[in-house]
Structure formats: structure tokens, C-alpha cells
């Protein structure tokens, strides 16, 4: 096997499970301002959209007339950052950034603000204890709204504030532990 680096062009598309395929269209055009790119009929059944997100990328969803019903917690994050827990299973989606300009992201709170979306504040991520701070100083690397979709999907505007180098690569990756046995009975 080859330790060659591939080489990636970003995100062809993120596929997501939607309840209502109309309302999904009307969220995503109208409050988020991403062009419809794509549509397809599933043969059977459902449909498969696709929304440019810009650069190339895309954010599609799949609606499945008899999709199982959605597991806030589980499957995806239950609450907005610093409402709840933010965990979510193994193999879940957590939540979607969209790479935004650092000028761009309180213009863009303000959207949902006038679409009557709940947000977060514009939070600044750094290396601290908590690992987010209101103030702006030099070691915060990234701004981010948070916000829900129609269905409950975290989504994020995220806005790089300065270019990472090899510094903020300083942690080494954590082990899960071992799977415990049931107990015999």
C-alpha cells in the first residue's frame, strides 16, 4: 500500500435524509441562498436534489416517502452549541459547515435573523480551556453561526480567520476503549 497523498478537489456532495422535499427546496433557496442544481425521481419512489454550496460543492438530499423518523442525540446533534450535549452516535452526521467570509458572517446571521431561523451568536473558536471565547484576539481560528434546518440538521457558517499551520496539529489521536463482554448469566 502507498503513502502517496490523493489529491482531492473538496466535497463532490454530502447527502442528507429530508422529511419534506418542499419545504427542504424553500430552505435551502430562499434562507440560504444556494441554487437548485439537480433534481432526480427515484425509480419506486423518493427524489434526489442537489444545492450548490459553492466552490464546486454541493449539498444533496434523498426524500424517501417511508423514511424512519428523524433521532435528535442519535443520528444527528440534538441541540445548538452551548444549548445541550453535542454528541451524537457513531457513523452520525453531526453537522454541515459552510465555508463563509470572516466580512460575510454577521450579514449572514442577520438573514436568519429576518427568516426568523434561531441561531447562535457569532462564536470565535480558539485553543482555550472551553474552546470558544466572544472576544476576538489572535488565536481564534474559525467564526461560527449555528442553526437548524427545517428538519433539525445542524448546519454552520464557518469562517477560517487565519491560515493553520503545522502548530495547531498538536494532539495525538484518542484510542476507543475495548468493548466490554455481557456479563454471564
Given at each position: 500500500?502507498?503513502?502517496?497523498k490523493?489529491?482531492?478537489g473538496g466535497i463532490n456532495?454530502?447527502?442528507?435524509?429530508?422529511?419534506?422535499m418542499?419545504k427542504?427546496?424553500?430552505?435551502?433557496?430562499?434562507v440560504?441562498?444556494m441554487?437548485l442544481?439537480?433534481?432526480?425521481?427515484?425509480p419506486?419512489g423518493?427524489?434526489?436534489?442537489?444545492?450548490?454550496?459553492?466552490?464546486?460543492d454541493?449539498v444533496?438530499f434523498?426524500?424517501f416517502p417511508?423514511?424512519?423518523?428523524a433521532a435528535p442525540?442519535?443520528?444527528?446533534?440534538g441541540?445548538l452549541?452551548g444549548?445541550?450535549?453535542?454528541?451524537?452516535a457513531?457513523?452520525?452526521m453531526?453537522?454541515v459547515?459552510?465555508?463563509?467570509?470572516?466580512e460575510?458572517?454577521?450579514?449572514?446571521a442577520?438573514?436568519l435573523d429576518?427568516?426568523?431561523?434561531e441561531?447562535?451568536?457569532?462564536?470565535?473558536?480558539d485553543?482555550?480551556e472551553i474552546?470558544?471565547?466572544?472576544?476576538m484576539h489572535?488565536?481564534v481560528?474559525?467564526?461560527?453561526?449555528?442553526?437548524?434546518?427545517p428538519?433539525g440538521i445542524l448546519l454552520e457558517?464557518?469562517?477560517?480567520?487565519?491560515?493553520?499551520?503545522s502548530d495547531?496539529?498538536r494532539?495525538?489521536?484518542a484510542t476507543a476503549?475495548?468493548?466490554?463482554?455481557?456479563?454471564?448469566v
Amino acid at each position: 500500500m502507498s503513502d502517496e497523498k490523493l489529491e482531492y478537489g473538496g466535497i463532490n456532495h454530502l447527502a442528507l435524509v429530508c422529511r419534506d422535499m418542499a419545504k427542504t427546496v424553500d430552505f435551502y433557496t430562499k434562507v440560504l441562498g444556494m441554487p437548485l442544481i439537480k433534481t432526480i425521481q427515484i425509480p419506486g419512489g423518493g427524489q434526489h436534489f442537489f444545492f450548490d454550496c459553492g466552490g464546486g460543492d454541493a449539498v444533496a438530499f434523498f426524500w424517501f416517502p417511508e423514511a424512519p423518523e428523524a433521532a435528535p442525540g442519535v443520528a444527528s446533534a440534538g441541540f445548538l452549541p452551548g444549548a445541550g450535549p453535542l454528541e451524537s452516535a457513531i457513523g452520525s452526521m453531526n453537522h454541515v459547515a459552510f465555508d463563509v467570509s470572516p466580512e460575510k458572517i454577521e450579514e449572514y446571521a442577520k438573514r436568519l435573523d429576518e427568516h426568523g431561523v434561531e441561531h447562535t451568536v457569532v462564536m470565535n473558536h480558539d485553543d482555550s480551556e472551553i474552546g470558544v471565547t466572544l472576544e476576538m484576539h489572535p488565536g481564534v481560528f474559525i467564526q461560527s453561526v449555528y442553526f437548524f434546518d427545517p428538519d433539525g440538521i445542524l448546519l454552520e457558517f464557518a469562517a477560517w480567520t487565519r491560515e493553520l499551520t503545522s502548530d495547531d496539529v498538536r494532539h495525538e489521536p484518542a484510542t476507543a476503549k475495548p468493548a466490554t463482554a455481557p456479563a454471564a448469566v
